[in-house]
Structures are given as structure tokens and as C-alpha cells.
């Protein structure tokens, strides 16, 4: 995935309160060549020699929201009411979004809460988190998803186990790497356990080791100690002692309609591979009442959206829902569950708001 910066209203498939006068408006599809943006120039580029050679495919046209014909969009974000963020950092060639777009939030938490102005390591997460899909795909044997992806929340659970530490002790780039870069490294470690699981070694101990080296030499050694205002701590008292973060105080919500509302469900998306069930399902007006109530009161989320949408436009920073989708009239519980369900809307994007 690459890492896009949004400067206006993501305005995602979720709500039936928000109208753009769509009964007279009748937006269009226009056609545009795919230009080489900032993933294809700086960051392709920049980790050209950690990857494999690939055959260029001429470029397709694309077919996009015409945002001409749309009227009034925001042009900055400006226009906003903000809140205080660290600058939005390039995740590279890795499909580690989860973990930027929630290290972003947490580092906004202890601003809001200490007014300290923290930047913590991103692939300090993904390092372990790595780990812990080896373990669980050794005890499944074999049948639980080893991939990149994953979901918000698993930077919670990997505070509370593993800590964290500041991106300034590990940064995950290896001497002269600009930006990261784990297809091989993914390629290498899906490789191993394959084997692992034709030959039945279902050790553990030596999985997860030997992911670890894998990693290691991709990405170094992640430390166990660090010094922080001249005192050395462990991962997990970074957490608790210098960020004062609480990870119980922070849940996750969602609104399926398939699911039972006012109890906690699983959310089942591959990238869900631990298959955790504690995200509270809400009616879809609860759900949009909590998001806002949030921002407009001083806090920020992390959120799962899709950035595929014919109705981003990734040139000009903006999304919405087209009429020639669906008029926001009908936008509701049932709209938003059938793109779900027929994977025309995924959660493809981890973002900060």
C-alpha cells in the first residue's frame, strides 16, 4: 500500500446524515493516464536495490471521480480545525499502515495527555507482530494468514507485551536504506514456513528464532534497552513510564449490521489473522455519533478505510461517495454492508484522522 497524505473530508461509506444536494448533482467518471507519483519516483527508486528486478507493464488509464464537475472541495487543511500531529513519515514498500497510522495516533495521545512531543519506532511493532504470526502459524499448523497486513489494534497488543521504543533506537532501515522495503524479506520468511509446514516441524522455538534472524538481517536487531533522559528502561517501561500510556483505555468500535449490536464481535478480515472478537459493534448512528463527538472534543483515531474508491483522488487530496455509486440518501447500514460483504469496499488503509 502506499502511504497517502489526506488534506480534506475522507468521507467514507458510513453515514446517511451528510448531504451534498445529491438530487441535482450528477457526478461523472473521467478517464486519466496513471502518472508517476511520489511511491513510483522517491520511494520504487530509492529501494530499487533491496528488491528484484521487475518487468515494467505499460501503464492503464484509470478511471477516476471527475472532480471538476463536483463544485466546492477543500483545498487545504487549513480550512480545519486541527489537532497536534507529528509530520505524516513514508512507510516505503511495505504494507505496514497498521502501524504508522496508529504509532501516529498513540504519539497524538501523549501529546494531548503530557504535551510531549514523542516519535516512536514503527517497525518495532511490526518486528514482533512478525513474531507473533510465526507463533500462531506454527499453532495452527499451518492455517492461520502470514502476511504483511494487520489491524490497528495490534500495536495495542504489542505495547502491552513488547513495549516500544523510539524510532531514534530503531528505525528498521539497514546503512544507506532510505526507505523500507520487505518484499524479500516476506518472500524469504512465507518460504521457510512453507517448508516448515511440508516437512512438519512444528518447533516453536526454532520458528520463531529463525524468523527473527530473518528479519534481523533485513532489518536489525531490535534492542531490549534504550536511554531516555539519561535513564535506561526497558520497551515496556517506555510505555508506561515515559509515554504514560494506558492501553485499556483505548477500544476498538465497527457497525456490521450481520452482527449483533452492543456486543463485542470479531471483525473478519484477513488481516484479523489472530481473529480478535473485542471490537464493540454499534448501530451505524451510535457509530457516527462516537467519531464525531471525538474529533470535535479534541481527539483523534485511527481508522480503517479504502483508498481504492473510484472516489479518491489522490491528485487533489479528497474523497467522497459519487452519485453514480450511491446519492448520500441511500448511504446506510444496509448500502455500506453489501460493499463490504462483496469486497467493493474493503479496509484496504490504515489512517490517522
Same mark, same amino acid.
Request: hydrophobic content about 35%; proline content about 4%.
Given at each position: 500500500?502506499?502511504?497517502?497524505?489526506?488534506?480534506?473530508?475522507?468521507?467514507?461509506?458510513?453515514?446517511?446524515?451528510?448531504?451534498?444536494?445529491?438530487?441535482? =448533482?450528477?457526478?461523472?467518471?473521467?478517464?486519466?493516464?496513471?502518472?508517476?507519483?511520489?511511491?513510483?519516483?522517491?520511494?520504487?527508486?530509492?529501494?530499487?536495490?533491496?528488491?528484484?528486478?521487475?518487468?515494467?507493464?505499460?501503464?492503464?488509464?484509470?478511471?477516476?471521480?471527475?472532480?471538476?464537475?463536483?463544485?466546492?472541495?477543500?483545498?487545504?487543511?487549513?480550512?480545519?480545525?486541527?489537532?497536534?500531529?507529528?509530520?505524516?513519515?513514508?512507510?516505503?514498500?511495505?504494507?505496514?499502515?497498521?502501524?504508522?497510522?496508529?504509532?501516529?495516533?498513540?504519539?497524538?495521545?501523549?501529546?494531548?495527555?503530557?504535551?510531549?512531543?514523542?516519535?516512536?519506532?514503527?517497525?518495532?511493532?511490526?518486528?514482533?507482530?512478525?513474531?507473533?504470526?510465526?507463533?500462531?502459524?506454527? =499453532?495452527?499448523?499451518?492455517?492461520?494468514?502470514?502476511?504483511?497486513?494487520?489491524?490497528?489494534?495490534?500495536?495495542?497488543?504489542?505495547?502491552?507485551?513488547?513495549?516500544?521504543?523510539?524510532?531514534?533506537?530503531?528505525?528498521?532501515?539497514?546503512?544507506?536504506?532510505?526507505?523500507?522495503?520487505?518484499?524479500?524479506?516476506?518472500?524469504?520468511?512465507?518460504?521457510?514456513?512453507?517448508?516448515?509446514?511440508?516437512?512438519?516441524?512444528?518447533?516453536?522455538?526454532?520458528?520463531?528464532?529463525?524468523?527473527?534472524?530473518?528479519?534481523?538481517?533485513?532489518?536489525?536487531?531490535?534492542?531490549?534497552?534504550?536511554?531516555?533522559?539519561?535513564?535506561?528502561?526497558?520497551?515496556?517501561?517506555?510505555?508506561?513510564?515515559?509515554?504514560?500510556?494506558?492501553?485499556?483505555?483505548?477500544?476498538?468500535?465497527?457497525?456490521?449490521?450481520?452482527?449483533?449490536?452492543?456486543?463485542?464481535?470479531?471483525?473478519?478480515?484477513?488481516?484479523?489473522?489472530?481473529?480478535?472478537?473485542?471490537?464493540?459493534?454499534?448501530?451505524?448512528?451510535?457509530?457516527?455519533?462516537?467519531?464525531?463527538?471525538?474529533?470535535?472534543?479534541?481527539?483523534?483515531?485511527?481508522?480503517?478505510?479504502?483508498?481504492?474508491?473510484?472516489?479518491?483522488?489522490?491528485?487533489?487530496?479528497?474523497?467522497?461517495?459519487?452519485?453514480?455509486?450511491?446519492?448520500?440518501?441511500?448511504?446506510?447500514?444496509?448500502?455500506?454492508?453489501? =460493499?463490504?460483504?462483496?469486497?467493493?469496499?474493503?479496509?484496504?488503509?490504515?489512517?490517522?484522522?
Amino acid at each position: 500500500m502506499k502511504t497517502i497524505k489526506l488534506i480534506a473530508v475522507l468521507i467514507l461509506l458510513l453515514s446517511n446524515t451528510i448531504s451534498f444536494g445529491q438530487n441535482t =448533482r450528477h457526478d461523472q467518471l473521467q478517464m486519466r493516464e496513471k502518472k508517476a507519483g511520489f511511491y513510483d519516483k522517491d520511494i520504487m527508486t530509492g529501494v530499487q536495490q533491496y528488491e528484484e528486478k521487475k518487468v515494467e507493464k505499460p501503464s492503464k488509464p484509470i478511471f477516476k471521480f471527475d472532480i471538476n464537475k463536483f463544485g466546492w472541495y477543500p483545498k487545504s487543511v487549513d480550512e480545519f480545525t486541527t489537532w497536534w500531529k507529528n509530520i505524516p513519515i513514508s512507510q516505503g514498500n511495505s504494507n505496514t499502515c497498521w502501524s504508522y497510522s496508529t504509532t501516529s495516533f498513540f504519539e497524538t495521545e501523549v501529546y494531548r495527555q503530557s504535551k510531549q512531543v514523542v516519535k516512536i519506532s514503527e517497525m518495532f511493532t511490526a518486528y514482533w507482530e512478525t513474531v507473533e504470526k510465526a507463533r500462531e502459524f506454527v =499453532r495452527t499448523r499451518g492455517e492461520s494468514n502470514f502476511d504483511e497486513g494487520s489491524e490497528g489494534n495490534a500495536v495495542v497488543r504489542m505495547y502491552q507485551t513488547y513495549g516500544t521504543v523510539p524510532l531514534q533506537d530503531y528505525t528498521g532501515l539497514m546503512p544507506g536504506q532510505i526507505y523500507h522495503s520487505h518484499d524479500k524479506m516476506f518472500k524469504e520468511m512465507k518460504a521457510y514456513l512453507q517448508n516448515v509446514k511440508a516437512t512438519n516441524a512444528w518447533n516453536e522455538d526454532e520458528v520463531t528464532a529463525t524468523i527473527k534472524s530473518i528479519q534481523n538481517h533485513y532489518m536489525g536487531v531490535p534492542p531490549t534497552k534504550v536511554v531516555v533522559n539519561g535513564k535506561t528502561i526497558t520497551p515496556k517501561q517506555y510505555v508506561t513510564d515515559v509515554l504514560k500510556l494506558n492501553m485499556s483505555d483505548y477500544i476498538d468500535l465497527t457497525s456490521l449490521m450481520n452482527k449483533p449490536y452492543w456486543k463485542k464481535v470479531e471483525y473478519e478480515v484477513p488481516d484479523n489473522w489472530w481473529h480478535d472478537s473485542t471490537y464493540y459493534n454499534v448501530p451505524l448512528d451510535d457509530y457516527m455519533v462516537a467519531i464525531k463527538f471525538a474529533v470535535r472534543n479534541g481527539y483523534t483515531m485511527m481508522i480503517g478505510g479504502d483508498v481504492s474508491e473510484s472516489g479518491f483522488d489522490p491528485w487533489n487530496q479528497v474523497a467522497v461517495v459519487p452519485t453514480y455509486d450511491i446519492p448520500s440518501e441511500y448511504i446506510d447500514e444496509n448500502a455500506r454492508l453489501l =460493499r463490504l460483504l462483496n469486497g467493493s469496499t474493503t479496509d484496504d488503509h490504515g489512517m490517522h484522522w
